[in-house]
């Protein structure tokens, strides 16, 4: 794994905050034994977060739909209004939000960054 600027990337490319890292590793793993038809019961935070490198080429994604994790977010800051995003998106469900926010905010570097004052 190359580190740089306090990332590591995963074999895809895939930025992942240091200290968020072993969450990440801890899906992938169970995501790969999903696929191996590994049934060991594997508990998981994420497990309507799916990723496949033949699907959006990998990216964390929605119950295997062609909804990624990052779209679910950008929505949920333009539809502020929960009954506004089902109409735009009727296939999410409140655990779907809840997981990709969790997902999202997992993989988030802890770093403070600096704020320009506003004008």
Same mark, same amino acid.
């Given at each position: 794994m190359a580190s740089t600027s306090g990332l590591r990337h995963d074999a895809r490319g895939l930025g992942i905050a240091p200290c968020r890292y072993e969450i =990440? *590793?801890?899906f992938v793993a169970e995501y790969?034994?999903? /696929? !191996?038809?590994?049934s060991s019961p /594997? $508990?998981?935070m994420f497990d309507? /977060?799916?990723s496949n490198p033949d699907? *959006?080429?990998g990216r964390p994604t929605i119950r295997g739909l062609r909804l990624t994790v990052r779209r679910v977010v950008e929505? *949920? &800051?333009? =539809? $502020?209004?929960?009954?506004?995003l089902r109409e735009e998106y009727p296939e999410l469900d %409140?655990? %779907?939000i809840r997981q990709a926010l !969790?997902? &999202? !905010? !997992?993989? *988030?570097?802890d770093r403070v960054m600096e704020l320009r004052p506003s004008a």
């Open positions: =990440y *590793l801890e790969n034994s999903s /696929i !191996a038809g590994d /594997i $508990p998981s309507r /977060i799916t699907v *959006l080429d929505a *949920l &800051a333009l =539809y $502020p209004n929960r009954a506004e %409140d655990e %779907d !969790a997902f &999202a !905010a !997992a993989n *988030l570097d």
